[in-house]
Antibody
Framework: EVQLVESGGGLVKPGGSLRLSCAAS????????MTWVRQAPGKGLEWVSS????????HYADSVNGRFTISRDNARNSLFLQLNSLRAEDTAVYFC????????????WGQGTMVTVSS | DIQMTQSPSSLSASVGDRVTITCRAS??????LNWYQQKPGRAPKLLIY???HLHSGVPSRLSGSGSGTDFTLTINSLQPEDFATYYC?????????FGQGTKLEIK
């Protein structure tokens, strides 16, 4: 079964850091671009960052560029998002997702991990 | 960035009704347009990809159309499980922007 499981969320103070993980299973992780999408409480979906299969490109939303870093470890079938200089507006559920069956459409999602930035 | 605007933001309908949700892109995105359904506390689910192609397992009462800047999602004969929030998303270029969502509620 194809599965993505996020972890690493929690409560952090403004200015703090957190590292999110996404454990992948059931597919050839190293063949796919992976993506993080977030959703603030009661709000819509926001694409955050994507990384290509061999980390040759990484793209970021303007709202997180310079503060967040996406990475992956293909040997461990894992995707990461390092969150630095956190702000209250980064409070959200963070989902990892990827395009399994169709290019350019996220058909597989994890269950999400909650990040709360508050003093 | 490409802005995606959905309308309406919310919609009340009854079981058996036909509803249409529209999505407009701020510039042409060809058919790089996807539709997702999300229920409270759950991850989004892909419904339609490339504007008009039904993802596997999605019932045929759902359909998508459009190209360029204007797109629609139509649900025929609404079922209880269709009451949820729907998002469009452009995959033409990063940042892959989403519409603000359309909440479909039971009348």
């Amino acid at each position: 079964e194809v599965q993505l499981v996020e972890s690493g969320g929690g409560l952090v103070k403004p200015g703090g850091s957190l590292r999110l993980s996404c454990a992948a299973s059931g597919f050839t992780f190293s063949s796919y671009t992976m993506t993080w999408v977030r959703q603030a409480p009661g709000k819509g979906l926001e694409w955050v960052s994507s990384i290509s299969s061999v980390s040759s490109y990484r793209h970021y939303a303007d709202s997180v560029n310079g503060r967040f870093t996406i990475s992956r470890d293909n040997a461990r079938n894992s995707l990461f998002l390092q969150l630095n200089s956190l702000r209250a507006e980064d409070t959200a559920v963070y989902f990892c997702a990827f395009e399994l069956e169709h290019d350019d459409a996220f058909d597989i999602w994890g269950q999400g991990t909650m990040v709360t930035v508050s003093s | 960035d490409i802005q995606m605007t959905q309308s309406p933001s919310s919609l009340s309908a009854s079981v058996g009704d036909r509803v249409t949700i529209t999505c407009r892109a701020s510039q042409s995105i060809s058919t790089y347009l996807n539709w997702y359904q999300q229920k409270p506390g759950r991850a989004p689910k892909l419904l339609i990809y490339a504007a008009s192609h039904l993802h596997s397992g999605v019932p045929s009462r759902l359909s998508g159309s459009g190209s360029g800047t204007d797109f629609t999602l139509t649900i025929n004969s609404l079922q209880p499980e269709d009451f949820a929030t729907y998002y469009c998303q452009q995959s033409y270029r990063t940042p892959y922007t989403f519409g603000q969502g359309t909440k479909l509620e039971i009348k």
